[in-house]
Nanobody, 120 residues
Framework: QVQLVESGGGLVQPGGSLRLSCAAS????????MGWYRQAPGKQRELVVA???????NYADSVKGRFTISRDTAKNTVYLQMNNLKPEDTAVYYC??????????????WGQGTQVTVSS
């Protein structure tokens, strides 16, 4: 069973930068797509960016040009570089391994979440 461990969250001022890391317990990038999601208080979890097995990315409009997802296959780690952070980026960020079953359901594991707070 793959485990995802996140790190890198914290408190930053608007306009600041932060890099989140998500380390997987095994080699997974060759067979699984990954994604970063976030959930603000009182809101549903939303997709921030996804990356396919082949490396194609899909960013939410709200983060395009500011956030960048990347992978280090040797370290089995996916990163989320967040630049020009805004207060509305405040949320708990989760990495996610996409795994679909035979019924089209995503049953992949989630990281434990890391808090990102953007405030002056």
């Amino acid at each position: 069973q793959v485990q995802l461990v996140e790190s890198g969250g914290g408190l930053v001022q608007p306009g600041g930068s932060l890099r989140l890391s998500c380390a997987a317990s095994g080699s997974i990038f060759s067979i699984n797509a990954m994604g970063w999601y976030r959930q603000a208080p009182g809101k549903q979890r939303e997709l921030v960016v996804a990356i396919t097995i082949g490396g194609r990315t899909n960013y939410a409009d709200s983060v395009k040009g500011r956030f960048t997802i990347s992978r280090d296959t040797a370290k089995n780690t996916v990163y989320l570089q967040m630049n020009n952070l805004k207060p509305e980026d405040t949320a708990v960020y989760y990495c996610h391994l996409h795994r679909w079953d035979g019924l089209g359901r995503d049953t992949g594991p989630w990281g434990q979440g890391t808090q990102v707070t953007v405030s002056s």
